[in-house]
């Protein structure tokens, strides 16, 4: 019965090292977004995956930024090169099939880049 | 273009007051709206949406296509009402949401 796990909890980097996070969804649920959120820019969604169709990469903000799903379970979010202005909380979330609207959040991963 | 705006960054009122919290979108097409929240320390969750034409917590919002709007309101806050508010715009049939950029509620002793 657990929700959304996302790991580590916190990441402090260095600029220009990758950093992967985590996203562990809800058992069943077919449907998992990344959403970045920072202060001054509320949620931005970044890349949503559905079961085996393509994901929809269209809030992804840069070419450093890349996801993947294995086996419809598990998420990577990886950043490469990062950037002081990639500094936020990276939130996961995960859906069922049929209910478009009501999306269960991890915790999230406080990303900090010095 | 789809977007949703919360002009308000932070609203302060005392308990007891009555509360709103502000929410516009711009969408060509029928939008669904909702409010998520997130409690401090605790995960974004979904406090409403305009169909369903609930009231969760004392919090109600009505979806004013005129005015593009859907404020969340209440009429007596309480502490425990402290919170970040998110408005949300379901976007296209993927279960995108559109969220806006966040409105802290702090509600005073």
């Known amino acids: 019965g657990a929700g959304v796990s996302q790991s580590p909890s916190n990441k402090v980097t260095e600029k220009g090292k990758d950093v992967e996070l985590r996203c562990d969804p809800i058992s069943g649920h077919t449907a998992l977004y990344w959403y970045r959120q920072s202060l001054g820019q509320g949620l931005e969604f970044l890349i949503y995956?559905?079961?085996?169709?393509?994901?929809?990469k269209s809030g992804l903000p840069s070419d450093r930024f890349s996801a993947e799903r294995t086996g419809g379970s598990v998420s990577t979010l990886t950043i490469q090169r990062t950037q002081q202005e990639d500094s936020a909380v990276y939130l996961c979330?995960?859906?069922?099939?049929?209910?478009?609207?009501?999306?269960?959040f991890g915790p999230g991963t406080r990303l900090t880049v010095t | 273009a789809q977007r949703v705006t919360q002009p308000e960054k932070l609203l302060s009122v005392f308990k007891g007051a009555p509360v709103e919290l502000k929410c516009n979108y711009s969408y060509s097409g029928s939008p669904e709206l909702f409010w998520y929240v997130q409690y401090s320390r605790q995960r974004l969750q979904l406090l409403l949406r305009h169909i369903s034409r609930e009231s969760i917590k004392g919090f109600t919002a009505d979806l004013n296509k005129g005015e593009t709007s859907f404020h969340l309101k209440k009429p007596f806050a309480q502490e425990e009402d402290s919170a970040m508010y998110y408005c949300a715009l379901l976007y296209s049939n993927t279960g995108k949401l559109i969220f806006g950029q966040g409105t802290t509620l702090q509600v005073k002793p």
């Open positions: 995956f559905q079961g085996n169709s393509a994901p929809d």
């Open positions: 979330a995960s859906r069922t099939s049929g209910v478009l609207y009501e999306q269960y």
